[in-house]
């Protein structure tokens, strides 16, 4: 009968155990030899399979670096006021020298729809509050056709300050107030998110697809955040009203959108 492959170094190995036992010899020193002998044995076996392996824990490491990270100690806080009071007269980028007011969100604490605009426009900054003028009164229009008042829906934006002009936020800027907007939403927790604009679409997305290619469905939140929030939220990008109002033709694809919303809310 064929002996196995490496019986007899184990056979060998036995004995000189069972002899080192007979002397009393219990434990081995881990000499400089041993140890190199070790970390020969731990390297990966080929290029190709370190390769492998650096991959996966790359990926790995850029799907936490995706998530939103949400500040757990701030659900006890509280209130949209205590996360008002933190932001105070915000000077934490440059977006303040352009600023009149800060736009912070409008709404009901308890709202199942939130909406995220990019930034605020002129007309926000003077009233306080995000998505005024022609825009606004589009978007009330939107939300009734789906059985929606504005006093029912929490309304805000990635920044609270408006740019100037026809300028958009820098990524950093977005960084430096996006805090305040997670706070905003782990207080609120709605049923949906419906961001309105490219902008905000693909900040929380952490995506570069144009906003046409975005919108249509729900994202599921417990891909992009790493709180008890994960499975209870949804997002749906959709077209800001601004938009709507320059190119009608896009209203269709609006409603859609809309009504996808109305049914996950029901």
């Not at 041993?34 to 392996?53: C, D, M, R, V, W």
């Not at 978007?139 to 408006?162: H, P, Q």
């Not at 960084?175 to 907007?181: E, N």
Request: proline share 5%; glycine share 6%; with cysteine.
């Amino acid at each position: 009968m064929a002996r196995k492959p490496g019986t007899d170094i184990l056979e060998e190995v036995s004995k000189i155990l069972q002899y080192h036992i007979s002397l009393g010899i219990k434990e081995y020193p881990r000499t400089q030899q041993i140890e190199n002998f070790l970390q020969k044995l731990e390297k990966p076996s080929s290029l190709k399979a370190g390769s492998k392996l650096q991959g996966r824990q790359r990926k790995a490491t850029e799907a936490v670096e995706r998530k939103h990270l949400f500040d757990t100690g701030l659900a006890q806080k509280a209130t949209l006021q205590d996360v008002r009071d933190e932001l105070g007269d915000c000077q934490r980028c440059p977006l303040h020298a352009t600023r009149t007011n800060i736009v912070f969100g409008q709404g009901p604490t308890q709202a199942k729809l939130m909406i995220v605009t990019g930034a605020p426009d002129a007309e926000d900054d003077q009233e306080s509050a995000p998505v005024q003028g022609n825009a606004g009164d589009l978007l009330e229009k939107m939300l009734a056709a789906i059985g929606l008042s504005r006093e029912e829906v929490y309304i805000t934006t990635l920044v609270k300050c408006f740019p100037g002009g026809d300028a958009k936020p820098s990524e950093k800027e977005i960084r430096t107030c996006l805090p305040f907007l997670f706070r905003q939403i782990e207080i609120i927790c709605p049923t949906v998110i419906c961001t309105m604009g490219m902008l905000a679409a693909q900040t929380l997305l952490h995506s570069r697809k144009s906003i046409f290619q975005l919108r249509g469905r729900f994202y599921n939140f417990n891909d992009l955040c790493s709180s008890e929030l994960k499975d209870k939220i949804v997002i749906m990008p959709s077209l800001h009203p601004a938009l709507l109002m320059k190119n009608s033709e896009l209203k269709k694809a609006s409603w859609q959108d809309l009504q996808m919303i109305q049914k996950k809310l029901e």
